[in-house]
């Protein structure tokens, strides 16, 4: 039987997160984290709990946040194999979330965090400079931007970082920045916006209207219509795990009527990132 150790200083979401992997016939192991008890891997001794364990299955964000990236991969990284405990937990999104939120309260800039990154990969056994070369975690180059543009597809606009901050100034430069690249690389003045991730706030679709924008779209699931919010438009989000019954359901008007999912966010924290406690239904 797997063994895993569920670390979480919200004693609530521990005790679901522990009730849900017993009932999947896994032996779990609970601990409160640094906020309750003094941590034996923050002080460099070796944690009973975590050697016990076959697999860390959640950690507290508060972690990274306060800069303790260092004894995180300490602690995770020699009992992390992707192959067999990647499927069975949700490790990959806290790990996730505790790095991000760690270059967030750093201020890093996108070299360093670049360079945080590297690392990460090299303590994990991962190919980094494999992941660049095959071009993974970017879309597109200038040069293709360009290509496309000319062969005439439509480029519109998107806030520049993928950031949605929360005051106007930050916002509308965002736009402009997006804007101005866009206009570079294709020639064309787009009039048409996308929130990234879905962050809709009101007064976004007012800074919008005041940047000459003619529409924008979330990420709710949906058919618009005449009666909608040209700021505040649902789409079709298609991906790869959508099956061609799914899209044919769309095509025809029935995708409307399914079953929805969390879609996006209605509050951002202070560097504009979607806070996912605060994801909502469409």
């Known amino acids: 039987m797997t063994r895993v150790l569920v670390v979480h200083h ?13 009932r999947f016939g896994y032996d779990v192991i609970e601990c409160s984290g640094p906020n309750w008890n003094r941590c034996p891997v923050l ?6 709990l975590a050697e016990r364990a076959d697999v860390l299955v959640a950690i507290s964000g508060d972690l990274g946040s306060n800069g303790h990236v260092e004894e995180i991969i300490e602690l995770v990284a020699p009992r992390y194999d992707a192959e067999r405990h990647g499927p069975a937990c949700n490790a990959r999104r806290s790990a996730q979330q505790t790095i991000v939120g760690f ?3 750093e201020g890093m800039s996108s070299k360093e965090k670049d360079a945080l990154a590297e690392r990460l990969a090299g303590v994990v056994g991962v190919d980094y400079a494999e992941i660049k070369r095959k071009r993974l975690l970017h879309l597109m180059n200038a040069e293709e931007v360009r290509e496309i543009a ?4 439509d480029i519109q606009l998107h806030t520049h970082r993928h950031r949605s ?17 866009i206009v570079a690389l294709s020639g064309a003045t787009p009039r048409h916006f996308c929130y990234p991730s879905g962050a809709w706030m009101p007064r976004f679709s007012n800074w919008l209207g005041e940047e ?8 709710e699931p949906g058919i618009a219509n005449a009666r909608h919010d040209r700021f505040r438009l649902p789409r ?20 409307a009527l399914l ?24």
Not at 150 to 153: D, I, K, T
Not at 212 to 219: I, K, P, R, V, Y
Not at 236 to 255: I, N, Q
Request: charged share 25%.
């Open 10 to 22: 919200d004693l609530d979401l521990a005790g679901q997160e522990a009730d849900s992997l017993r």
């Open 43 to 48: 002080e460099g001794r070796p944690c009973d």
């Open 103 to 105: 270059a967030n309260a």
């Open 150 to 153: 000319a062969a005439g597809v």
């Open 165 to 181: 901050p929360p005051d106007e100034a930050r916002y509308r430069a965002e736009i402009s920045t997006n804007r101005e690249r």
């Open 212 to 219: 000459g924008l003619l529409s924008a779209t979330t990420c």
């Open 236 to 255: 079709l989000l298609d991906h790869s795990g959508m099956t061609p019954v799914e899209f044919d359901a769309w095509l025809s008007g029935l995708g």
């Open 259 to 282: 079953p929805r999912r969390p879609i996006g966010s209605h509050s951002v924290d202070a560097d504009g990132m979607p806070l996912v406690s605060q994801f909502v239904q469409a």
